[in-house]
């Protein structure tokens, strides 16, 4: 790396818009990634996260507005006059080439002095060394993705862009693969902007994530901030799973609001309120949730549902995974953790529900309650027609 | 396929399962005989006779018989005596395999990753002349390329041609017509390997700081290299060996190798020389397409 050519700049992009005739696939994005920081932009397939990536590459032209580095505009600037690299979706590694001459591409076409011996660094890095004669076709999946990795760290960018770069990976891979990165990406502090589909991935890699959808963002914040303070149904939906009570706002006192929801009075956290007054969705993770016998004593603070009744167990060891059909017909869910303090329910069993109030969160109450939920989406739109509610 | 008959096989039992796969086996076999016949009886006996003949007693006739004398030197005799013929075979194939690819590989590309929705129509375009027979063509170009005609006069009005230069009967109308003859076997290849690599690899180039100029060259160009191989010696091992191209445009002063096999075999019968020339042709053609696909180094893409 040349001396005084700084390791990273905020990437800044303002009021981004790209269209594909007349599909709008992003949607007047304003976006800072600090540096050095890891980046996810999070969303189902079609929300505009690849599309948005590709400009910053310089793969896609945004119809309007601009992007930035620092105080450099790129907007308009040739991809490979950026000092911005991608590790792509498939890899697109060159198939002619060896490990070697992959990883060295970029340094050959700058001209770079010495690339043996960053191709030597670059491969310990990434755990590959020995492998630099084979061929990408004589690789295992998790390998080409290490090379693909290196082919683009290796140039030292300013900002790293990763295309969905661990879906291709099973499941045990994957997770060794986010550990992998993580580590690498806090040894030499560039900026990754990471783009998933997996909310879990996003939330276990990185320092702040982007929620899209349909071409916008949704939420940006810290993963834990997004989890516990989803802002909207999307959100509370598409990252973890949420119960999501319909209410009205009718009183306030003390700090919290109070909402009549499922024939009780529920009460939320003013500073966890996106609204304060009107028809609202009452909101709580199933792992903030307990369950109780109905005729258990009750001596519980808080939040509390009553009328329950089991409609189905899923034991999966670590944990339980209840489903309550409510009164009103509403079914909830609730994780359970195996602590062994006592047996499991069986189906049918009469409960009742209960959390701490600062646990709640209160959306708008006229969003689509399903918004992000891929499971539900899914279902709906298998059963023609019917309503599964 | 296979896993399912094997499936087949073990769960119904084990009765008729010897004799079927003992079937199976030959049955590879079976299908291959019809083509192999063909082959011993049209390629292998002949080929085998043609060396043989080539071997006679250089002074038998046809009326005379011939005798297998093993004349080596009817080798030395025909390559001697027919020199410039053979060189001026591989010089008019070379050139013509040289434009075939200048002009094939931008057509090839322009087809394979920038037609979008004319990509069917061009490429039945390219293979439309063949619905015309191959003479009929090539005798179209001799009333192009003729003295009156219009490329004349235009390549006279620029000053490229003088006043009583002419294309027709030269060495540049047979090049002209073999190009024009093998382009199709040139740029059929090329597009099949060139519309196999995946644009994305491209895109990868370029962010990795390679231009355009240099994306195609060290990404598009070697990754099309089979393409250019199997083009160019489909272009070239056919022209090599052509002699209709310089009959129709030519003159006796550019006949080739082609030309004089024909005239040795069917108007000299002399069938001796015209075996060895024949042999020899082959024996050349196939030494220096070995030579050239281990320089092009194709056995290295996967």
Known sequence: ?389 | MSALTEAEATTGGGGPQPGRRRTRRWTGYLLLLPGALWLLLFFAVPTMQLVATSLYDPNGSLDTGYAMTWSWTNYLDAISTYREPFLRSFLYAGSATVLALLLGYPLAYAIAFKAGRWKNLMLVLVIAPFFTSFLVRTLAWKSILSDNGFVVDALQAVGLLGADGRLLATGVAVVTGLTYNFLPFMVLPLYASLEKIDPRLVEAGSDLYAGAVTSFRTITLPLSMPGVVAGTLLTFIPSAGDYINTRLLGTPQQYTIGNVIDNTFLVQLDFPIAAALSVSLMVAVVLLVLVYVRRAGTEKLV
Request: proline residues 4%; aromatic residues 6%; negative net charge.
């Open chain 1, 1 to 389: 790396m040349q001396p005084g050519r700084e390791l990273g700049a905020d990437l800044v992009l303002r009021s981004v818009t790209k269209r594909f005739g007349s599909f709008t696939a992003v949607d007047d994005l304003d976006l800072v990634v600090g540096r050095g920081e890891f980046f996810a932009l999070l969303g189902p397939s079609g929300c505009g996260k690849t599309t948005t990536l590709r400009m910053v590459a310089g793969l896609e032209e945004p119809t309007a507005g601009s992007i930035a580095l620092g105080d450099r505009d790129i907007t308009r600037l040739r991809p490979y006059k950026r000092p911005v690299n991608t590790v792509f979706q498939s890899y697109a590694l060159f198939p002619h080439l060896d490990v070697l001459e992959n990883v060295a591409f970029g340094l050959r076409r700058r001209k770079s002095p010495d690339v043996d011996r960053q191709v030597r660094e670059m491969l310990e890095l990434v755990q590959l060394v020995g492998f630099e004669r084979r061929r990408p076709a004589q690789l295992s999946g998790g390998q080409q993705q290490r090379v693909a990795l290196a082919r683009a760290l290796i140039n030292r960018p300013q900002v790293l862009l990763l295309d969905e770069p661990l879906g291709a990976l099973d499941l045990k891979l994957r997770r060794q693969m986010q550990i992998e990165l993580k580590r690498i990406q806090t040894d030499i502090g560039i900026t990754f902007v990471h783009v998933t589909h997996d909310q879990e991935e996003a939330m276990t890699m990185a320092d702040t994530i982007a929620v899209m959808n349909g071409g916008l963002i949704e939420q940006l914040g810290a993963p834990d901030e997004l989890y516990e303070n989803p802002a909207t149904t999307f959100v509370s939906n598409f990252l973890g799973q949420s119960n999501l009570l319909a209410g009205t706002v009718s009183g306030k006192s003390g700090g919290f609001l109070y909402v009549d929801a499922g024939g009780e009075r529920l009460a939320v956290p003013e500073h966890r309120a996106r609204v304060r007054e009107g028809r609202v969705l009452v909101g709580v993770r199933p792992e903030k949730v307990f369950v109780a016998a109905d005729d258990e004593e009750d001596d519980t603070v808080g939040n509390r549902l009553s009328g329950g009744v089991i409609s189905d167990v899923s034991f999966s060891g670590v944990s339980t995974q209840y489903l309550v059909r409510m009164p009103s017909g509403q079914e909830l869910v609730v994780f359970e953790q195996n602590t062994g303090a006592r047996g499991l329910f069986a189906p049918g069993t009469r409960v009742r529900l209960h959390w701490a109030r600062e646990h709640t969160f209160l959306l708008d109450g006229s969003q689509d309650v399903h918004a992000g939920d891929e499971a539900y989406v899914q279902l709906a739109a298998t059963t023609t027609g019917g309503n599964t509610r």
